[in-house]
Nanobody, 126 residues
Framework: QVQLAESGGGLVQAGGSLRLSCANS????????IGWFRRAPGKEREFVAT???????YYADSVKGRFTISRDNAKNTVYLQMNSLKPEDTAVYYC????????????????????WGAGTQVTVSS
């Protein structure tokens, strides 16, 4: 069973940084695909980044070069380092886990994931 919990959100000025954590209190997810998504007010949930157990990572164009996804399998935790934050990054951020391998295209869809955390709010002021 996978039980995810995000932390690390908060209020930050534009240009600042935050590091989000996604901890799994269930069985180890070292073999899982882990994704980060976000939902801004009035918008659909959108893909941010994914991490495969192989170390492969993918990013949305809007965060490429500013965000970094990483995982510490020993701690059963995935991180999202967010630098050079912009007001348009303001959203609730969610992590998600998928048990079975999949393609990059599929991993961009929220429907591809088996378990979700409750989310953590990130607010970037201008």
């Amino acid at each position: 069973q996978v039980q995810l919990a995000e932390s690390g959100g908060g209020l930050v000025q534009a240009g600042g940084s935050l590091r989000l954590s996604c901890a799994n209190s269930g069985r180890t997810f070292s073999s899982y695909v882990i994704g980060w998504f976000r939902r801004a007010p009035g918008k659909e949930r959108e893909f941010v980044a994914t991490s495969w157990s192989t170390g492969t990572t993918y990013y949305a164009d809007s965060v490429k070069g500013r965000f970094t996804i990483s995982r510490d399998n020993a701690k059963n935790t995935v991180y999202l380092q967010m630098n050079s934050l912009k007001p348009e990054d303001t959203a609730v951020y969610y992590c998600a886990a998928r048990v079975r391998p999949t393609s990059y295209t599929t991993s961009r869809s929220p429907a591809a994931y088996d378990a979700w955390g409750a989310g953590t709010q990130v607010t970037v002021s201008s």
